[in-house]
């Protein structure tokens, strides 16, 4: 069963930076599209971002020119670069992968905490 792994959350002071990986287990992010998700405390989650297997990405409006979604299919890793960090910006973070054309075939990973607090 495919796996999804984050990492490189943590504490960041107001206008920093973090950037978080996602690694999958086997193989599969080629032909897949991934994304990061968040879930504040209270809130419902929420998409952040998304790339395509073909490299498009979208994002959220409140991210829109601080974060940056990238893959390296070869490493079957995806990144979000975080920058400008706000306090809102402070969730867990999740990946999220799914075959191009069936979302409902989705794999998530178990999350990572970004705090942004002074």
């Known amino acids: 069963q495919v796996q999804l792994a984050e990492s490189g959350g943590g504490l960041v002071q107001p206008g920093g930076s973090l950037r978080l990986s996602c690694t999958a287990s086997?193989?599969?992010?080629?032909?897949?599209?991934m994304g990061w998700y968040r879930q504040a405390p209270g809130r419902q989650r929420e998409f952040v971002a998304v790339i395509s297997a073909g490299g498009n990405a979208d994002y959220t409006n409140s991210v829109k020119g601080r974060f940056t979604i990238s893959r390296d299919n070869d490493k079957n890793t995806i990144w979000l670069q975080m920058n400008s960090l706000k306090p809102e910006d402070t969730a867990v973070y999740y990946c999220r992968g799914h075959p191009a054309g069936y979302s409902s075939q989705d794999v998530w990973g178990q999350g990572t905490q970004v705090t942004v607090s002074s």
């Open positions: 086997i193989n599969i992010i080629n032909g897949y599209v």
